[in-house]
């Protein structure tokens, strides 16, 4: 059963009524839009290295202040994966910028990576994956300059996003005729997807309604469930990576029952998967400092990189 975005939250929220719905005046609190997002205070880049030709092919480290009285400390990394659909038109890393100085300022290196996205030349399957996951595994390249712990990354994912985090962490797991594959790929300690998609496969058609109907189609080409065996997440599974997923109680693009689904999947394969409800709070809220859903956010990613 596929609940709408307003029959998830009214699940949610049900227990603490006191009367029928029906009989409630019921209004939504104003939610955060993406233009909320990007008009917060963000950090600048300390440097951007491109892992290919295209200008969405970059990557954008974020260091924080040394330590000065542990100068050789290794930081722990949060690589952040941005939403937009998938889409270069809809987002791109500048979106994560005001989370990257959030971040920053608690200890952390930041990774934001940058994709070709399905409206790319290039973009869509394999390109995006390809893309994500050369990417991520970069990382190991700047690693012993810039004093990143490789043995402390969590992926971060917002919405299209989360998706694409989930899918890398499962990445050891694809099989190797695919050409997503890639040799000995960097595994994260925990993946936090926030208002995120974990599955292709079981949400092809609320894809399809808010991001445009073709988008699984290039994500995953082909005819029947084979083309999600290579491209989603809970199909990859069991990891041995511990998921959080974070989704606020009003998101009307990536709402609760998304998140359960995914994590209902991630603990019948055995492994760790916890879902949290973020109140008060839509699809924007989770990326957004400030915010009491990104506090939620923040702490899920400090309960497995320190800090």
Same mark, same amino acid.
């Given at each position: 059963?596929?609940?709408?975005?307003?029959?998830?939250?009214?699940?949610?929220?049900?227990?603490?009524?006191?009367?029928?719905?029906?009989?409630?005046?019921?209004?939504?609190?104003?939610?955060?839009?993406?233009?909320?997002?990007?008009?917060?205070?963000?950090?600048?880049?300390?440097?951007?290295?491109?892992?290919?030709?295209?200008?969405?092919?970059?990557?954008?480290?974020?260091?924080?202040?040394?330590?000065?009285?542990?100068?050789?400390? @290794? %930081? #722990?990394?949060? *690589?952040?994966?941005? $939403? +937009?659909?998938?889409?270069?038109?809809?987002?791109?890393? &500048? =979106?994560?910028?005001?989370?990257?100085?959030?971040?920053?300022?608690?200890?952390?290196?930041?990774?934001?990576?940058?994709?070709?996205?399905?409206?790319?030349?290039?973009?869509?399957?394999?390109?995006?994956?390809?893309?994500?996951?050369?990417?991520?595994?970069?990382?190991?390249?700047?690693?012993?300059?810039?004093?990143?712990?490789?043995?402390?990354?969590?992926?971060?994912?917002?919405?299209?996003?989360?998706?694409?985090?989930?899918?890398?962490?499962?990445?050891?797991?694809?099989?190797?005729?695919?050409?997503?594959?890639?040799?000995?790929? @960097? %595994? #994260?300690?925990? *993946?936090?997807?926030? $208002? +995120?998609?974990?599955?292709?496969?079981?949400?092809?058609? &609320? =894809?399809?309604?808010?991001?445009?109907?073709?988008?699984?189609?290039?994500?995953?080409?082909?005819?029947?469930?084979?083309?999600?065996?290579?491209?989603?997440?809970?199909?990859?599974?069991?990891?041995?990576?511990?998921?959080?997923?974070?989704?606020?109680?009003?998101?009307?693009?990536?709402?609760?029952?998304?998140?359960?689904?995914?994590?209902?999947?991630?603990?019948?394969?055995?492994?760790?998967?916890?879902?949290?409800?973020?109140?008060?709070?839509?699809?924007?809220?989770?990326?957004?400092?400030?915010?009491?859903?990104?506090?939620?956010? @923040?702490?899920?990613?400090?309960?497995?990189?320190?800090?």
């Amino acid at each position: 059963m596929r609940l709408l975005p307003m029959a998830a939250a009214a699940l949610v929220a049900a227990p603490f009524c006191t009367a029928p719905l029906a009989a409630q005046s019921i209004e939504l609190p104003r939610l955060m839009s993406a233009r909320a997002v990007t008009s917060l205070p963000a950090a600048a880049p300390s440097e951007t290295l491109p892992y290919g030709e295209a200008p969405s092919q970059k990557v954008e480290l974020f260091l924080p202040r040394p330590d000065a009285e542990h100068p050789d400390a @290794l %930081r #722990p990394v949060v *690589v952040l994966i941005h $939403g +937009g659909c998938w889409q270069k038109a809809i987002a791109g890393p &500048e =979106i994560m910028r005001p989370a990257a100085g959030a971040f920053v300022e608690k200890g952390y290196a930041v990774w934001s990576i940058g994709y070709r996205g399905i409206d790319e030349e290039g973009g869509g399957y394999p390109g995006t994956y390809q893309d994500v996951g050369k990417a991520i595994d970069l990382l190991r390249d700047h690693a012993e300059a810039n004093k990143l712990d490789l043995n402390r990354v969590v992926v971060f994912g917002h919405s299209a996003g989360a998706h694409l985090a989930l899918w890398a962490a499962g990445r050891s797991k694809l099989p190797a005729a695919s050409p997503l594959a890639s040799e000995k790929p @960097l %595994r #994260p300690r925990a *993946v936090v997807g926030v $208002g +995120g998609i974990g599955s292709l496969k079981n949400w092809e058609q &609320e =894809i399809g309604l808010i991001c445009g109907a073709d988008t699984v189609a290039k994500l995953a080409p082909g005819e029947g469930d084979a083309r999600f065996a290579d491209t989603s997440p809970e199909l990859l599974l069991p990891t041995g990576i511990p998921v959080v997923m974070l989704h606020g109680v009003f998101d009307p693009v990536t709402y609760p029952a998304i998140g359960f689904d995914y994590i209902q999947a991630v603990r019948k394969a055995g492994d760790r998967g916890d879902i949290q409800i973020a109140p008060v709070s839509g699809h924007f809220e989770v990326i957004a400092p400030g915010t009491s859903a990104f506090a939620q956010a @923040l702490a899920a990613v400090q309960r497995y990189a320190g800090q």
